[in-house]
C-alpha cells in the first residue's frame, strides 16, 4: 500500500520561499507520477503541478508557472515542491499524491483529483503579506 508524507510546510513573507518534500512508500517511487494539490480554507482543492514517471515530463497549474518546480529524486523515493516568490493567495495546504503509470503512457487528466488513488496528509504554507 502506497504511502506519502509531506514535510517543509511553514510560515512565511509574501516573496518569500519555501521547499516542500513528499517521502513515498510501499511500492516502486519510479512506476508512479507524483502531483501536488493545494486547499485553502473554504475553498475547492485545485492542481498544482505533477512530474510523471518514464521522462513523461512536469505540468504546471497557469498559477504557479514560473514561480513553482517540481522534481523528484527517484533513488530517495522522494519527490519536492519548490516555491519561490511566494503570495499571500498561495496560503493552503499542499498535498501530495501519486498515480501509478506504465512505459506504455496513456492519457488521463493530470489536473484532477480523481486521477490519483494516493494521497498524504497534508502540509501547511501560510503567506503573509
Known amino acids: 500500500q502506497v504511502q506519502l508524507v509531506e514535510s517543509g510546510g511553514g510560515v512565511v513573507q509574501a516573496g518569500g520561499s519555501l521547499r516542500l518534500s513528499c517521502e513515498f512508500s510501499?511500492?516502486?517511487?519510479?512506476?508512479?507520477?507524483m502531483a501536488w494539490f493545494r486547499q485553502a480554507p473554504g475553498k475547492e482543492r485545485e492542481f498544482v503541478a505533477v512530474?510523471?514517471?518514464?521522462?513523461?515530463?512536469?505540468y504546471y497549474a497557469d498559477s504557479v508557472k514560473g514561480r513553482f518546480t517540481i522534481s523528484r529524486e527517484n533513488t530517495k523515493y522522494t519527490g519536492t515542491l519548490e516555491m519561490n516568490n511566494l503570495k499571500p493567495e498561495d496560503t493552503a495546504v499542499y498535498l501530495c499524491?501519486?498515480?501509478?503509470?506504465?512505459?506504455?503512457?496513456?492519457?488521463?487528466?493530470?489536473?484532477?483529483?480523481?486521477?490519483?488513488?494516493?494521497w498524504g496528509q497534508g502540509a501547511q504554507v501560510t503567506v503573509s503579506s
Open positions: 499524491a501519486a498515480r501509478r503509470e506504465t512505459l506504455f503512457g496513456g492519457s488521463y487528466d493530470r489536473d484532477s483529483e480523481s486521477s490519483y488513488k494516493s
Open positions: 510501499g511500492s516502486t517511487f519510479g512506476d508512479y507520477a
Open positions: 512530474i510523471r514517471p518514464f521522462g513523461f515530463g512536469t
